[in-house]
């Protein structure tokens, strides 16, 4: 057995059709992805074993196990979406084109968001004076858009939910997602709540990260706790077909590194675009529902990971500086599964000031302020946040001016200026 192949046997049942599922690797012990600690939490550091399944029965892509919810959002966690600028834009165009496509001609609309976060979608359809309800279960998060005017309620989205929502408010015409939706292990859950709150002609629309892209691109960091699933329009239309809600669009998206819009209605509600069967031959082309594909992806991620290794290695003996760029979640899977120490990358930047002055989660790199990173350019920055690549490369121009290389290992490792 390979250093990739599962530490021990690693199987349990489909989370989605129950089939018998098993691991078709590992990326080794690994922390909570977003737990940056101090030095004196190291001791009682989290880690658990990071392996993905494919469903040979129903095509979903999930990860074998996950962490127990209060390990991986304990008090400390508070992710504001609003705090990113792009995906604030992102969010409004999302949002406009719900409002101008899709409740245009509707006579008092109720739209429904899950994970509605801090509001940065429902801020939208507010002032517009459309009916809305967030459900959002992190309660500091709801707080904040509870004090923005957007009606939300901290609970988790099931059947049992939807039954108190639709006696409260009615049916509704659209219920919305993004990048929710994979971190709900209880995906039939959500199916059956959505069955029951969807009104006849209602659409079902979220977007979360693309497995098609992340074969294709070999970006593997896309594999962490929270995100206990990576769909494809194949597995989705298959997961919610049990509850007679069909997929009805696709539309990909560039955030995160390559996404995918989905849209389900009520079985035969709405003629599907061509878009759906063209995406479906597509991936059925790439191999996203054939069991080999996946032992193709793990050998790319470990030569990925090798080539990683060696740049860094060759670097270090080279006396260059090497500094990260952005503490993401992402790049924990990246710095455990390849085993970036602290003497290849000296620190990493980010603006966060929460993450400021920590330790990132299991490799143990200090984190600081970007203000280290302009001070005295690296030689290298090691770009963690490549899905922002374009962004950063703009706002970075100083650093390349100055000499400065970008190390990005998505979709291939190597160095640009
Ligand atoms: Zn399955």
Same mark, same amino acid.
């Given at each position: 057995?390979?250093?990739?192949?599962?530490?021990?046997?690693?199987?349990?049942?489909?989370?989605?059709?129950?089939?018998?599922?098993?691991?078709?690797?590992?990326?080794?012990?690994?922390?909570?992805?977003?737990?940056?600690?101090?030095?004196?939490?190291?001791?009682?550091?989290?880690?658990?074993?990071?392996?993905?399944?494919?469903?040979?029965?129903?095509?979903?892509?999930?990860?074998?196990?996950?962490?127990?919810?209060?390990?991986?959002?304990?008090?400390?966690?508070?992710?504001?979406?609003?705090?990113?600028?792009?995906?604030?834009?992102? #969010? $409004?165009?999302?949002?406009?084109?719900?409002?101008?496509?899709?409740?245009?001609?509707?006579?008092?609309?109720?739209?429904?968001?899950?994970?509605?976060?801090?509001?940065?979608?429902?801020?939208?359809?507010?002032?517009?004076?459309?009916?809305?309800?967030?459900? $959002?279960?992190?309660?500091?998060?709801?707080?904040?858009?509870?004090?923005?005017?957007?009606?939300?309620?901290?609970?988790?989205?099931?059947?049992?939910?939807?039954?108190?929502?639709?006696? $409260?408010?009615?049916?509704?015409?659209?219920?919305?997602?993004?990048?929710?939706?994979?971190?709900?292990?209880?995906?039939?859950?959500?199916?059956?709540?959505?069955?029951?709150?969807?009104?006849?002609?209602?659409?079902?629309?979220?977007?979360?990260?693309?497995?098609?892209?992340?074969?294709?691109?070999?970006?593997?960091?896309?594999?962490?706790?929270?995100?206990?699933?990576?769909?494809?329009?194949?597995?989705?239309?298959?997961?919610?077909?049990?509850?007679?809600?069909?997929?009805?669009?696709?539309?990909?998206?560039?955030?995160?590194?390559?996404?995918?819009?989905?849209?389900?209605?009520?079985?035969?509600?709405?003629?599907?675009?061509?878009?759906?069967?063209?995406?479906?031959?597509?991936?059925?082309?790439?191999?996203?529902?054939?069991?080999?594909?996946?032992?193709? #992806?793990?050998?790319?991620?470990?030569?990925?990971?090798?080539?990683?290794?060696?740049?860094?290695?060759?670097?270090?003996?080279?006396?260059?500086?090497?500094?990260?760029?952005?503490?993401?979640?992402?790049?924990?899977?990246?710095?455990?599964?390849?085993?970036?120490?602290?003497?290849?990358?000296?620190?990493?930047?980010?603006?966060?000031?929460?993450?400021?002055?920590?330790?990132?989660?299991?490799?143990?790199?200090?984190?600081?302020?970007?203000?280290?990173?302009?001070?005295?350019?690296?030689?290298?920055?090691?770009? #963690?946040?490549?899905?922002?690549?374009?962004?950063?490369?703009?706002?970075?121009?100083? #650093?390349?001016?100055?000499?400065?290389?970008?190390?990005?290992?998505?979709?291939?490792?190597?160095?640009?200026?």
């Amino acid at each position: 057995m390979t250093k990739s192949g599962p530490q021990h046997d690693l199987s349990g049942r489909c989370r989605v059709c129950n089939a018998q599922i098993s691991a078709f690797m590992s990326f080794g012990r690994m922390p909570i992805a977003n737990g940056f600690l101090n030095e004196e939490e190291i001791a009682n550091e989290y880690f658990f074993e990071l392996a993905p399944a494919f469903c040979e029965q129903c095509s979903m892509f999930q990860l074998i196990t996950q962490p127990q919810p209060e390990k991986m959002f304990h008090g400390q966690y508070a992710f504001y979406s609003s705090s990113s600028r792009y995906m604030q834009m992102h #969010f $409004e165009a999302f949002a406009n084109k719900v409002i101008t496509e899709i409740l245009a001609g509707g006579s008092d609309p109720f739209v429904v968001e899950l994970g509605s976060n801090d509001g940065i979608m429902l801020r939208h359809f507010h002032p517009r004076g459309i009916r809305h309800l967030g459900v $959002e279960p992190s309660v500091n998060v709801a707080e904040v858009a509870r004090s923005r005017g957007i009606q939300t309620t901290s609970a988790f989205f099931n059947r049992k939910l939807t039954e108190e929502i639709v006696g $409260e408010y009615g049916r509704a015409d659209v219920i919305l997602a993004a990048n929710v939706m994979c971190h709900i292990p209880d995906l039939p859950g959500v199916a059956a709540g959505a069955q029951h709150l969807l009104a006849s002609n209602g659409i079902l629309i979220f977007e979360e990260p693309y497995l098609g892209d992340m074969i294709g691109k070999t970006s593997y960091d896309q594999i962490y706790d929270e995100h206990v699933f990576i769909f494809s329009a194949t597995s989705i239309a298959r997961a919610f077909a049990p509850y007679d809600l069909e997929l009805v669009d696709v539309a990909p998206q560039i955030t995160h590194g390559g996404s995918m819009r989905y849209t389900l209605a009520r079985k035969g509600s709405r003629q599907a675009t061509a878009r759906v069967a063209k995406q479906l031959a597509q991936e059925r082309a790439q191999g996203l529902d054939d069991a080999k594909t996946y032992l193709g #992806f793990r050998q790319n991620c470990e030569n990925s990971r090798a080539r990683l290794m060696q740049m860094l290695n060759d670097l270090n003996e080279q006396g260059k500086r090497v500094v990260g760029y952005g503490a993401t979640s992402k790049s924990t899977t990246v710095t455990n599964y390849c085993g970036i120490t602290p003497q290849l990358v000296e620190f990493i930047s980010d603006t966060t000031p929460i993450k400021q002055g920590k330790l990132s989660p299991g490799a143990h790199i200090p984190v600081r302020p970007y203000g280290e990173f302009i001070r005295a350019y690296p030689d290298y920055a090691l770009l #963690f946040a490549w899905n922002h690549a374009a962004e950063i490369r703009e706002k970075e121009q100083a #650093f390349v001016a100055a000499g400065g290389q970008w190390i990005v290992y998505v979709p291939d490792v190597r160095v640009i200026s």
